[in-house]
């Protein structure tokens, strides 16, 4: 069983920051390219960055230059810190995570619960 945990959400003024962190855990093989999603309120879920294994990152226009993903590869974890946060940004936030599990070996993709980010004008 592997799963994906999510922390880090709550409640921010505009213009305040954010940490969001998320845990893979499990029977997990290898981990490929981790990323965040989001889904704001009657919207579809959209791209916010992705890391691959090697670091390369790939962001949304939309938060280039305020958010920034990073990885620990011991720990199987990524972390999202945004900055400069917009009423915009509001949305349930989701990790996902590419791995490769074991029993049986398979690749997977797993998706977190998601966590609440709200941003207050």
């Known amino acids: 069983q592997v799963q994906v945990v999510e922390s880090g959400g709550g409640l921010v003024q505009a213009g305040g920051s954010l940490r969001l962190s998320c845990a893979a855990s499990g029977s997990i093989f290898s981990i490929h390219a981790m990323g965040w999603y989001r889904q704001a309120p009657g919207k579809q879920r959209e791209l916010v960055a992705t890391?691959?294994?090697?670091?390369?990152?790939n962001y949304a226009d939309s938060v280039k230059g305020r958010f920034t993903i990073s990885r620990d590869n011991a720990k199987n974890t990524v972390s999202l810190q945004m900055n400069s946060l917009k009423p915009e940004d509001t949305a349930v936030y989701y990790c996902?995570?590419?791995?490769?599990?074991?029993?049986?070996?398979?690749?997977?993709?797993?998706w977190g619960q998601g966590t609440l980010v709200t941003v207050s004008s």
């Open positions: 890391i691959t294994s090697s670091s390369r990152t």
């Open positions: 996902n995570a590419n791995l490769h599990v074991l029993n049986p070996y398979r690749l997977l993709g797993v």
